[in-house]
């Protein structure tokens, strides 16, 4: 049999000995597998195990960086390393196409969502303008964009962050690729959008035969979505097999960790010591946006209790109200309606007792200060010790012991006191995030409102600042309040939840009644859109999910 008549190879992708440097950073070393077509793989991993950066040279997109590629890759018949770039232009939307995380970074905000697709199918297929319109409407429509031909005119800021995700599948889906990549397409989803994204990716699966290529560090969205796992740690496999074998019994160490971190739903938390002393307390608290007939309200008379040594978990989709809940806590938004009481006083502005730790660390460190000299800030601001600073030539000494606290400080969230004169970039998300912390606790607080402040951390990371966070409040005393739309998270940190939807409360209570017994619908839909760790209930919980019951997102 000639060559022009070997059957087509069963693998969509072929990856032997690949390898991948930086300079001196080896991001990937000797990584093989191979995705046979119409089947999922999934590689899972910490941030910096090399997984993006595999999704990565599957598309050659290395080419021309400086990075040193080593090894073979072939995807769709095409050897990426060998290929022309007139080559590698075709294989990218054409027979393989990426998802990335960040939507908003992957569209052009200056143009229609539909151009844009459009545009892309234009260039793979030199079809015409009304034809490739055409198309974008059809893909649109697909993916379940509502109304695609008008949305298809909307400019991705008027999307919300599901609905720009959805539009990016149909991106590439345009031209009908044989795999798809899908670099974390979930991470910064609520559960109930990231429960359709991925119910979205498993239809398209069925229906047009595609390969799935995921990249995720949460193994909940992999045992929702794929038929084989691939565990990575500092660029090489760890352990490689079916999914659900896998999750199940992993043969190593560290899948056993990785499993270890992950947040359960099901599984309650040891209640805190908490006192009857109530530290803070809203009242009603109602907070208005705009004016005239494009007013909204945010916050719609909202009440919560926050008493000394618990935590007061806040659940809710994008829009529910409850960062903006958080921020009125704080003093950062005054309430349009309603009042907020610090230990039975009605309080004005911002108080050092109650601090926050933001979602973002990165954005809330000056980039241009060190990271000690931004946890300095407060002390100074009340002096050091809690006392005003000295005259001039007292000012060296307070400063020497405003320079000790922030190294005790340091250390007391796990990082060193020589971090003193280090600067944000220098550190990983996790690492930040605790600088976060460090610098909340500089006020002396009594209360701490955290705003998502594990949303954007690898499992193992996310385990260890949520361990942190409670072994403070132990130690301390403090009163939490932990805003998340991660349910599993909240569960395991709260002892009382309160669910928000469209800025008002639908259920709150106990943690374990309300994860148990929940009574409003809309916790019963969250509930039942937290991925699962057992691929067979993934499969039943999926089957029961229906597309129309899920009607939060705002479009």
Known sequence: MSDSQKAPSRNLVDVRDLSVEFG????????????????ALALVGESGSGKSTVASALLGLHRGTGARVGGSVTVAGVDVRQ???????????????MV??????????????????????????????????????????????PDAPRRSRSRPHEFSGGMRQRALIAMALACEPELLIADEPTTALDVTVQAQILDLLHTLREETGMGLLLVTHDVGVAAESVDEVLVMRHGRVVEHGPVAAVLRAPAQPYTRELLDAVPRVDAPRAPSR????????????????????????????????????????????????????????????????????????ARVGVRPAVQMVFQDPVSSLNPRRSVGESIADPLRARGAGGLPLGRSRERGKDEGRIRGRVAELLERVGLEAAHYDRYPHEFSGGQRQRVGIARALAADPRVIVCDEPVSALDVTTQAQVVALLGELQRELGLALVFVAHDLAVVRQVSDRVAVMRRGRLVESGPSDEVYDNPQDPYTKQLLAAVPALDPEVAARRRA???????????L
């Open 24 to 39: 001196e950073l080896r991001a990937v070393d000797g990584l093989s597998f191979r995705l046979e077509r119409g089947a």
């Open 83 to 97: 290929a022309s770039d007139d080559a590698l232009r075709q294989l990218r939307g054409a027979k393989a196409a």
């Open 100 to 145: 990335f995380q960040d939507p908003l970074s992957s569209l052009d905000p200056y143009y229609a969502i539909g151009d844009q697709i459009a545009e892309v199918y234009r260039v793979h297929t030199r079809a015409s303008r009304r034809a490739a319109r055409a198309r974008a409407v059809e893909v649109l429509d697909r993916v379940g964009i």
């Open 274 to 345: 908490a006192s009857d002393e109530v530290v803070l307390e809203a009242t009603g608290l109602r907070r208005e946006f705009g004016r005239g007939k494009r007013a909204f309200a945010a916050v719609d008379d909202v009440s919560v209790t926050i008493r000394r040594g618990e935590t007061l978990g806040i659940v809710g989709e994008s829009g529910s109200g409850k960062t903006t809940l958080g921020r009125m806590l704080v003093g950062l938004l005054e309430p349009t309606a309603g009042e907020v009481r610090y230990e039975g006083h």
């Open 544 to 554: 029961t999910r229906h597309e129309p019951a899920v009607t939060t997102e705002r």
